[in-house]
């Protein structure tokens, strides 16, 4: 079945320090990948996706993303942190048949901490 | 531009009352979705739409209910309240299958309680 992991459910990186929140999927297709953040008291936004082509993709506010096949991975990644990033972070693998298509399935979220 | 506007943004239940949360988009998306948020659960699907008419069950579908009459507005209805359905619903749209495709517009969220 279809699954979105996150290893890591609470990260704290100084300001100004590279970060790095890890994904794994578990999808028999070729995957739809997408990193969504969440501030608190607020929805989810989209930061990136991916559909297929380069496997690293840039994002809004910075943001970067590897697709690793071999590793079923689709790590985020920021060279430097900012006190604004601290929020939650979302990955998430889109289906893709039948009249599910569209559905998104998340992986459980990464609470990201900042530093001063 | 308001997007996805969701109403109430609180809202506190007796066990065993009805309500219904109000979902409206004015992006013209076709599909729409309802999830809930549990603490460290990540998003869990409720109720989607493909259409206005057309609606089919999530992951976690059971006492909810879901109507969607026009493009805009997408309701959920939760008939019998229930401790279990504590929680923060969002309610999501997207253009659906092409360049829109995973790419979903999320409310604010209704922070339910019932007690």
């Known amino acids: 079945a279809q699954s979105v992991t996150q290893p890591d459910i609470h990260i704290t990186v100084s300001e100004g320090a590279s970060l790095e929140l890890r994904c794994n999927y578990s999808?028999?297709?070729?995957?739809?990948l997408f990193w969504y953040v969440q501030s608190p008291g607020q929805g989810l936004q989209l930061l990136l996706k991916?559909?297929?082509?380069?496997?690293l993709v840039q994002g809004i506010k910075g943001f970067e993303a590897e697709f690793k096949r071999s590793q079923s991975s689709f790590n985020l990644r920021k060279p430097s942190v900012h006190w604004s990033d601290a929020a939650e972070y979302f990955c998430?693998?889109?289906?893709?048949?039948?009249?599910?298509?569209?559905?998104?399935?998340f992986g459980k979220g990464t609470k990201l901490s900042v530093k001063p | 531009n308001a997007g996805v506007t969701q109403t109430p943004k609180f809202r506190i239940l007796k066990i065993g009352q009805s309500m219904t949360l109000q979902c409206a988009q004015d992006?013209?998306?076709?599909?729409m979705y309802w999830y809930r948020q549990d603490p460290g659960m990540g998003l869990k699907l409720i109720y989607y739409?493909?259409?206005?008419?057309?609606?089919d069950k999530g992951e976690v579908p059971n006492g909810y209910n879901v109507s969607r009459s026009t493009t805009e507005d997408f309701p959920l209805r939760l008939e019998l309240a229930a401790p279990s359905q504590t929680s923060v619903y969002f309610c999501?749209?997207?253009?659906?299958?092409?360049?829109?495709?995973?790419?979903?517009?999320f409310g604010d969220g209704t922070r339910l309680s019932i007690l």
């Open positions: 999501a749209s997207s253009l659906g299958p092409g360049t829109g495709f995973g790419a979903q517009h």
């Open positions: 999808y028999g297709a070729t995957p739809y």
């Open positions: 991916y559909f297929s082509g380069d496997t």
């Open positions: 998430a693998v889109a289906l893709t048949y039948g009249g599910s298509q569209g559905n998104l399935i």
């Open positions: 992006m013209n998306h076709n599909y």
């Open positions: 739409s493909v259409g206005a008419g057309i609606t």
